[in-house]
């Protein structure tokens, strides 16, 4: 099983930029798809951006060209890097690795809080 926890939150004015990151142990990383969803206040949980583990992006169409997935599977670390943020990008933000097999797993990281206001 693996264990996430995310990190690199925080208050940030309309425009800047974040870089979340989130951390693996437990099992093996290079096996996992790895993924950032957001919940924001009232709203359901959303698939932001995700990174197969042949390195694959996949992004949400209202994050596309601002956000970047990464991963460094020697470290173990996946990013997230977020530019030009906009209010309605305010949400929690979940860290989420998946592997497909036999049944789909998926596990969470605690979430790390972005607020983006003036």
């Known amino acids: 099983q693996i264990h996430l926890v995310d990190s690199g939150g925080g208050l940030v004015q309309p425009g800047g930029s974040l870089r979340l990151s989130c951390v693996a142990s437990?099992?093996?990383?290079?096996?996992?798809?790895m993924g950032w969803y957001r919940q924001a206040p009232g709203k359901q949980r959303e698939l932001v951006a995700s990174?197969?583990?042949?390195?694959?992006?996949d992004y949400a169409v209202s994050v596309k060209d601002r956000f970047t997935i990464s991963r460094d599977n020697a470290e173990n670390r996946v990013y997230l890097q977020m530019d030009s943020l906009k209010p309605d990008d305010t949400a929690v933000y979940y860290c989420?690795?998946?592997?497909?097999?036999?049944?789909?797993?998926?596990?969470w990281g605690h979430g790390t809080r972005v607020t983006v206001a003036s």
């Open positions: 989420n690795a998946r592997r497909v097999g036999l049944i789909t797993e998926h596990y």
């Open positions: 437990g099992s093996i990383f290079s096996a996992y798809d």
């Open positions: 990174i197969t583990i042949d390195g694959n992006t």
